[in-house]
């Protein structure tokens, strides 16, 4: 579990404006993930990425983009285009094949 | 594209008592199906998972049945602990490591 990290813990946001947040794995998984949690709705996926400089859309990925540049690092940037941010922020990362393992989650709030 | 219905979604049992919770899946192509456990605040960690080239799996007091055939899996837990309380969400996708989809969860509260 502590070898994925996620910052910050709690993120607010203001009407309009973007915010990223951070994932970083020293684990040396390929694969990295990002799901969205609302109460009641389960994990859904935004993106994932399989290697690097390569990323796939998931279910609910507009309002969102992200890069991946090192393996270790998978940002989210959440942009104005998301009208409804207010949610729990889960990163996750693999080995090809193997299980996916969570970070500790970012809470943002739209103030 | 996979859909993945968890049922129920409040479970209550009584402490030592069993519980059991199903979910069911529409892609055929689907042959990795993990459980994951979150407790209030805190991140999901995988308790079981199961592939398709196998039925059934045991660890401790918790198991999954898999029915490729009827497309539907499940949780058994037995002899339940206050511990145990929880959001349970069950996932699928088309090969482990790729992009999960889970279930909308399961809170199942032990009474002791």
């Known amino acids: 579990d502590g070898g994925i990290t996620q910052s910050p813990k709690y993120l607010f946001r203001k009407e309009g404006q973007n915010v990223t947040l951070s994932c970083e794995q020293n684990?040396?998984?390929?694969?990295m993930y990002w799901y969205r949690q609302d109460p009641g709705q389960g994990l859904r996926l935004i993106y994932y990425?399989?290697?690097?400089?390569?990323?796939q859309k998931g279910d609910i990925a507009e309002g969102y983009s992200v890069s991946r540049e090192k393996k270790e690092s998978f940002p989210l940037t959440v942009t104005s285009a998301q009208k409804n941010p207010t949610a729990f922020y889960l990163c996750?990362?693999?080995?090809?094949?193997?299980?996916?393992?969570f970070g500790p989650g970012t809470r943002l709030t739209v103030l | 594209g996979e859909n993945v219905e968890q049922h129920p979604s409040t479970l209550s049992v009584q402490e030592g008592d069993s519980a059991v919770i199903k979910c069911t899946y529409s892609?055929?192509?689907?042959?990795?199906f993990p459980w994951y456990k979150q407790e209030l605040g805190k991140r999901p960690q995988l308790i079981i998972d199961?592939?398709?080239?196998?039925g059934e799996k045991k660890d401790q007091r918790i198991a999954v049945t898999l029915n490729k055939t009827a497309k539907h899996f499940s949780l058994h837990i037995t002899e339940t602990q206050p511990e145990d309380s929880a959001v349970y969400f069950c996932?699928?996708?088309?090969?482990?490591?790729?992009?999960?989809?889970f279930g909308k969860g399961t809170t199942l509260s032990v009474s002791s």
């Open positions: 199961i592939r398709s080239n196998v």
């Open positions: 892609d055929s192509a689907s042959n990795y």
């Open positions: 996750a990362s693999s080995i090809l094949a193997e299980e996916q393992f």
């Open positions: 996932a699928a996708s088309i090969q482990a490591g790729t992009a999960l989809i």
């Open positions: 990425s399989q290697i690097v400089n390569d990323f």
């Open positions: 684990l040396n998984h390929d694969a």
